[in-house]
C-alpha cells in the first residue's frame, strides 16, 4: 500500500481553509476530494521524464476542475502549458511558468512545489491517483448538479416538461463523461475490428451488417439501417407510410440475421405513434403477420382457419421486445427522456417515431418551420446519442401532385432542414405510366386507376444516402393487409 493510502484523513480545518472559492462557506459539510490523491499525481506529473503520466492525464480529460483546491488547479494547468508548448517539465520549468502568470504564490509558492515532489518517491501508484481523482469529481459534480435542480425545481413558471429534459440531461451527461473518458483505445483496436469485419463481409457477400429492412432490393443497396442514422421515410397521405414502417418493425423483430447469415436475436423496437392509437396498430401487425384481410374482420367473414392464425401471430408478438408510445401532441423534449430511458432499460435497437410534423414544439411562439427543424435536428442528436437507426415518417407537401411529377426531397413539408439532417431519405411514389401520373389524387382510394385494386405498385425511392447509392426499389402494395411487398418475391396472399 503507497505511503498516501496510510496517511490519516485532512482535518476538518484544513479541509476548509483547502477548499476553493466556489465551496460553500456556511456549511460544515465539506465535498468529496482527497488531497493526498492530487498531491501524488501532481507529483507524478512533474518527476516523470517522459511526460507519460500528463499525456494519461490528457488522453482521460482531466482538466484543472478535476482538482479540488485552487493551487493544484492552477498546477495542473501549468502543467499543461508546458507540454503544449514543448518544454521539459521538472520544478524549475513549472515555478517559472506559475511565475510568468503571476500564479506562483497563489499555488503555494516555490515551497509548495517542492514539497510536492518531496512526498513520493516513485510514480507506480499515478494510475491509482488518477483514478482516485476523477472519482472525487464526478462526485463534486453530481452534488452540483442535484443542488441546481432544486434550485430550478423552486423557480416558478419553467415548464415542467423542459425542467425533467434537462435535468434528465444534465445526469446523463455526466455517465456519459465518465464513460467517454475510459474509451479512449490505441488505433490498433478499431484497425483490428475493421479488418475483422472486411473479412466478414468478405466471406458473405451482400449481408446485411445493420437492421433488416425486411425488402432484399433495399438491402442490397443500404446493407440495413445503422447506428448514429436518421431515416427519414416521406410521402402524401394515404400512400403507406405507417404501413412500411410497421413493416421494418417487423423485419427487425423476426428477420434480424447475423454477420455470418445466421439466426440472431430479435432487435428491441421502439415506436412513438403520435397518430393512430397502439391498439389499431397491434390490429395491422396481426392482420399483416396472419395475411389476414382487414375488410373481413371489419365485416365479420374472417375464415375460423384465419382467426386461428391471427392467435398464433399474437403469440409471436407477445413474445417479443417492441414497445409502443402513443400519446399523442408530444413535444421531442419528451420523447427524447421516454426514448433514453427505454434505450437504457430494454437496450432498444431502433426507434420509428410517426410521424414528424406531429411533434409539438417546444416554443409555440416560434414559426412551425423552427419548430419541426429543431425537433428533425433533435432527432440526429438521439441517434448519435442512443448509437441506434431512428426513422422519422414525414408528410409531403402537394407541390410533386400539382407538377404532376415524382416527389423530391424538396417537397418535404414545413421544413428544409429535414433533408439536411438525414441520413438516407425515402420517398414513397405511385408507380407511374411515362414517367407522369395517370390522375392526381390525395389518397390511392381516389384513384380511378386503383381503386377496387387490392395490390398496387410503389416506387420507394431512394433520394438521399449518405454512405450509399441512390434509386428506385419496386414495392407492391397490399391494401387489404395494410402492407408492403417485395415486386420480385410477390406471391398470391389469400
Same mark, same amino acid.
Given at each position: 500500500?503507497?505511503?498516501?493510502?496510510?496517511?490519516?484523513?485532512?482535518?476538518?480545518?484544513?479541509?476548509?481553509?483547502?477548499?476553493?472559492?466556489?465551496?460553500?462557506?456556511?456549511?460544515?459539510?465539506?465535498?468529496?476530494?482527497?488531497?493526498?490523491?492530487?498531491?501524488?499525481?501532481?507529483?507524478?506529473?512533474?518527476?516523470?521524464?517522459?511526460?507519460?503520466?500528463?499525456?494519461?492525464?490528457?488522453?482521460?480529460?482531466?482538466?484543472?476542475?478535476?482538482?479540488?483546491?485552487?493551487?493544484?488547479?492552477?498546477?495542473?494547468?501549468?502543467?499543461?502549458?508546458?507540454?503544449?508548448?514543448?518544454?521539459?517539465?521538472?520544478?524549475?520549468?513549472?515555478?517559472?511558468?506559475?511565475?510568468?502568470?503571476?500564479?506562483?504564490?497563489?499555488?503555494?509558492?516555490?515551497?509548495?512545489?517542492?514539497?510536492?515532489?518531496?512526498?513520493?518517491?516513485?510514480?507506480?501508484?499515478?494510475?491509482?491517483?488518477?483514478?482516485?481523482?476523477?472519482?472525487?469529481?464526478?462526485?463534486?459534480?453530481?452534488?452540483?448538479? =442535484?443542488?441546481?435542480?432544486?434550485?430550478?425545481?423552486?423557480?416558478?413558471?419553467?415548464?415542467?416538461?423542459?425542467?425533467?429534459?434537462?435535468?434528465?440531461?444534465?445526469?446523463?451527461?455526466?455517465?456519459?463523461?465518465?464513460?467517454?473518458?475510459?474509451?479512449?483505445?490505441?488505433?490498433?483496436?478499431?484497425?483490428?475490428?475493421?479488418?475483422?469485419?472486411?473479412?466478414?463481409?468478405?466471406?458473405?457477400?451482400?449481408?446485411?451488417?445493420?437492421?433488416?429492412?425486411?425488402?432484399?432490393?433495399?438491402?442490397?443497396?443500404?446493407?440495413?439501417?445503422?447506428?448514429?442514422?436518421?431515416?427519414?421515410?416521406?410521402?402524401?397521405?394515404?400512400?403507406?407510410?405507417?404501413?412500411?414502417?410497421?413493416?421494418?418493425?417487423?423485419?427487425?423483430?423476426?428477420?434480424?440475421?447475423?454477420?455470418?447469415?445466421?439466426?440472431?436475436?430479435?432487435?428491441?423496437?421502439?415506436?412513438?405513434?403520435?397518430?393512430?392509437?397502439?391498439?389499431?396498430?397491434?390490429?395491422?401487425?396481426?392482420? =399483416?403477420?396472419?395475411?389476414?384481410?382487414?375488410?373481413?374482420?371489419?365485416?365479420?367473414?374472417?375464415?375460423?382457419?384465419?382467426?386461428?392464425?391471427?392467435?398464433?401471430?399474437?403469440?409471436?408478438?407477445?413474445?417479443?421486445?417492441?414497445?409502443?408510445?402513443?400519446?399523442?401532441?408530444?413535444?421531442?423534449?419528451?420523447?427524447?427522456?421516454?426514448?433514453?430511458?427505454?434505450?437504457?432499460?430494454?437496450?432498444?435497437?431502433?426507434?420509428?417515431?410517426?410521424?414528424?410534423?406531429?411533434?409539438?414544439?417546444?416554443?409555440?411562439?416560434?414559426?412551425?418551420?423552427?419548430?419541426?427543424?429543431?425537433?428533425?435536428?433533435?432527432?440526429?442528436?438521439?441517434?448519435?446519442?442512443?448509437?441506434?437507426?431512428?426513422?422519422?415518417?414525414?408528410?409531403?407537401?402537394?407541390?410533386?401532385?400539382?407538377?404532376?411529377?415524382?416527389?423530391?426531397?424538396?417537397?418535404?413539408?414545413?421544413?428544409?432542414?429535414?433533408?439536411?439532417?438525414?441520413?438516407?431519405?425515402?420517398?414513397?411514389?405511385?408507380?407511374?405510366?411515362?414517367?407522369?401520373?395517370?390522375?392526381?389524387?390525395?389518397?390511392?382510394?381516389?384513384?380511378?386507376?386503383?381503386?377496387?385494386?387490392?395490390?398496387?405498385?410503389?416506387?420507394?425511392?431512394?433520394?438521399?444516402?449518405?454512405?450509399?447509392?441512390?434509386?428506385?426499389?419496386?414495392?407492391?402494395?397490399?391494401?387489404?393487409?395494410?402492407?408492403?411487398?417485395?415486386?420480385?418475391?410477390?406471391?398470391?396472399?389469400?
Amino acid at each position: 500500500m503507497d505511503k498516501f493510502s496510510e496517511r490519516r484523513q485532512t482535518s476538518p480545518r484544513r479541509q476548509r481553509e483547502a477548499a476553493p472559492a466556489s465551496s460553500p462557506a456556511a456549511t460544515d459539510r465539506v465535498p468529496p476530494h482527497n488531497l493526498d490523491a492530487e498531491q501524488g499525481l501532481l507529483a507524478s506529473c512533474i518527476i516523470e521524464s517522459g511526460g507519460e503520466i500528463l499525456n494519461e492525464c490528457i488522453a482521460q480529460k482531466i482538466n484543472p476542475d478535476y482538482f479540488f483546491t485552487v493551487p493544484h488547479q492552477l498546477i495542473f494547468r501549468a502543467l499543461i502549458e508546458l507540454q503544449s508548448a514543448s518544454i521539459p517539465i521538472d520544478e524549475i520549468s513549472l515555478c517559472h511558468a506559475l511565475e510568468t502568470g503571476n500564479a506562483l504564490e497563489t499555488a503555494g509558492g516555490a515551497a509548495y512545489v517542492n514539497a510536492l515532489t518531496n512526498r513520493i518517491e516513485v510514480t507506480a501508484h499515478a494510475r491509482h491517483w488518477l483514478k482516485i481523482v476523477r472519482e472525487k469529481y464526478f462526485l463534486r459534480k453530481l452534488i452540483s448538479t =442535484a443542488t441546481r435542480t432544486v434550485e430550478l425545481a423552486y423557480q416558478p413558471g419553467d415548464d415542467l416538461g423542459h425542467l425533467l429534459n434537462t435535468v434528465e440531461q444534465s445526469f446523463f451527461e455526466i455517465t456519459n463523461d465518465r464513460i467517454a473518458s475510459d474509451s479512449i483505445q490505441h488505433v490498433r483496436t478499431p484497425v483490428k475490428e475493421a479488418e475483422d469485419l472486411i473479412r466478414q463481409l468478405q466471406e458473405s457477400r451482400n449481408s446485411i451488417t445493420g437492421v433488416p429492412t425486411g425488402f432484399d432490393e433495399l438491402n442490397k443497396m443500404c446493407f440495413g439501417f445503422h447506428p448514429g442514422q436518421m431515416i427519414v421515410v416521406a410521402a402524401r397521405p394515404g400512400m403507406g407510410k405507417t404501413s412500411i414502417a410497421l413493416n421494418f418493425i417487423e423485419a427487425a423483430l423476426f428477420k434480424n440475421r447475423s454477420a455470418t447469415g445466421g439466426a440472431a436475436p430479435p432487435v428491441p423496437s421502439l415506436m412513438f405513434s403520435l397518430e393512430m392509437p397502439s391498439r389499431e396498430l397491434a390490429m395491422r401487425l396481426l392482420c =399483416a403477420r396472419a395475411s389476414a384481410g382487414l375488410e373481413k374482420i371489419r365485416e365479420g367473414t374472417l375464415p375460423k382457419a384465419k382467426l386461428a392464425d391471427i392467435v398464433n401471430a399474437g403469440a409471436e408478438y407477445k413474445d417479443m421486445p417492441f414497445y409502443i408510445d402513443d400519446q399523442g401532441g408530444q413535444t421531442i423534449l419528451e420523447i427524447r427522456a421516454k426514448a433514453r430511458r427505454l434505450v437504457q432499460q430494454h437496450k432498444i435497437g431502433i426507434i420509428i417515431i410517426d410521424y414528424l410534423q406531429l411533434i409539438n414544439g417546444t416554443d409555440n411562439s416560434l414559426p412551425r418551420e423552427q419548430q419541426i427543424a429543431e425537433a428533425s435536428r433533435s432527432i440526429k442528436a438521439m441517434a448519435k446519442e442512443f448509437k441506434l437507426p431512428i426513422i422519422a415518417l414525414a408528410q409531403l407537401n402537394r407541390k410533386s401532385e400539382d407538377e404532376n411529377r415524382a416527389p423530391r426531397m424538396s417537397d418535404l413539408r414545413e421544413s428544409g432542414s429535414i433533408e439536411q439532417d438525414a441520413d438516407m431519405v425515402l420517398l414513397i411514389d405511385k408507380k407511374r405510366k411515362g414517367g407522369k401520373r395517370t390522375k392526381n389524387s390525395e389518397s390511392e382510394d381516389d384513384s380511378d386507376e386503383e381503386n377496387g385494386i387490392d395490390v398496387v405498385s410503389r416506387e420507394l425511392i431512394i433520394a438521399k444516402q449518405r454512405n450509399g447509392p441512390t434509386g428506385e426499389v419496386e414495392l407492391l402494395f397490399r391494401k387489404s393487409l395494410a402492407r408492403f411487398e417485395s415486386a420480385h418475391s410477390h406471391g398470391h396472399i389469400s
